[in-house]
């Protein structure tokens, strides 16, 4: 079959790949990493306007971090990849898959800079016994501050496709000139991030601003965390006419909690204004992470999620996603996925694509 055609180089070139290398050369100096590979599929049904195709990509992402003292850190990480996976192809607003492609890594951001997505230097302040406050100044990604969750947000682990790795109305922008803030105290934490993106798509560049407040809660289910993220731009942004330059804003809230010791839930809930041309108005999405131990595979884990997003001033009405994976962990370093999506997206005077995306990927974790 054409998708074990494409899987399999890459899964040979992730076994070569030595995962030994994950460690700490010394006390001051680590280095480590993601390769990943996948295939998809899709089966459309309907007018959705492109053919039944599949597609793969090996993204790889290697990291290193130098620690001069116990309070600075400087960090780099480079992106490379073959292959664009389903992105040509398919007819979907949404990603199937929200990894780093070739032609992320390539002119980033309109920079023409190529391969290095991070590079940053941190310094951590301790103000009393129970709080910090980390402080980071370079080329940065918001996402590693806005918007985490235990069980829907690494597109290498969990679930692929782009509404269920990071609320995309939040339009969280990665790899550009920034600093961010990070305080913690006890249960409490507070993140602030701002960022100089190089080019929108309307080819501006433009100042984004991101806050977000939590909070981790432990009770006799476990633990949980919950969080409220706003965030917004500079004025920098065509309105859907085309004719005016307007502002982006959202709020997001984004939740995890363990249900016990075999199950874990996930919620996000957010909305954007409308004053810019937006694709999505709002989001609902939400799922459950089902943790092996039951069949005596307690490193494996099952994840369902489903995101409806609603249209915003543009041309899609809705988008709904629906995802399922089963992620087997083959050793301390490789784990095997497989996945399936049903995806919709209804347009406006335009035909609705619909179908089913099947997946296969590999991921070695450095």
Not at 10 to 20: D, E, F, K, Q, S
Not at 257 to 262: E, N, S
């Amino acid at each position: 079959m054409q998708i074990f055609r494409i899987l399999v180089p890459g899964a040979v070139l992730m076994a070569l790949a030595p995962p030994a290398v994950a460690y700490d050369v010394n006390d001051q100096f680590s280095i480590g990493g993601v390769v990943s590979g996948s295939a998809q599929c899709q089966q459309l049904s309907g007018k959705a306007g492109a053919e039944d195709e599949c597609g793969g990509a090996l993204p790889l992402q290697p990291e290193a971090s130098y620690r001069p003292t116990g309070h600075d850190e400087l960090f780099i990480k480079l992106g490379f990849a073959s292959g664009n996976g389903l992105s040509d192809d398919s007819p979907f607003v949404l990603a199937p898959w929200a990894a780093d492609l070739q032609d992320d890594v390539e002119d980033i951001n309109g920079s023409g800079r190529n391969y290095l997505l991070t590079a940053w230097y941190r310094h951590t302040f301790t103000l009393a016994q129970d709080a910090t406050l980390d402080a980071s100044i370079g080329i940065i990604d918001a996402t590693d501050y806005l918007d985490e969750n235990a069980y829907s947000n690494d597109e290498y682990t969990q679930f692929m496709n782009e509404a269920l790795v990071n609320g995309p109305n939040a339009f969280l922008p990665s790899y550009d000139a920034g600093g961010a803030l990070v305080w913690g105290a006890g249960p409490w934490s507070l993140s602030g991030v701002f960022m100089r993106v190089n080019e929108n798509d309307d080819g501006n560049d433009y100042n984004f601003y991101g806050a977000q407040l939590g909070y981790t809660l432990q009770t006799s289910l476990g633990e949980g965390t919950y969080r409220v993220i706003v965030d917004g731009t500079s004025k920098e942004f065509l309105d859907e006419t085309g004719e005016s330059m307007e502002k982006r804003a959202s709020i997001l809230l984004s939740f995890d909690q363990q249900l016990g010791d075999v199950v874990g839930a996930f919620l996000r809930i957010g909305w954007q204004d409308e004053s810019a041309a937006v694709n999505y108005a709002a989001i609902w999405s939400g799922g459950i992470s089902i943790s092996g131990s039951p069949w005596k595979r307690a490193d494996d884990n099952i994840g369902l999620g489903y995101a409806y997003l609603d249209g915003g001033n543009l041309d899609v009405n809705n988008s709904q996603v629906s995802e399922a994976y089963y992620r087997f962990v083959i050793n301390e370093y490789f784990a095997l996925s497989a996945d399936i999506q049903y995806m919709r997206d209804n347009l406006q005077d335009q035909e609705n694509p619909a179908g089913f995306i099947y997946g296969l990927r590999i991921t070695a974790e450095l």
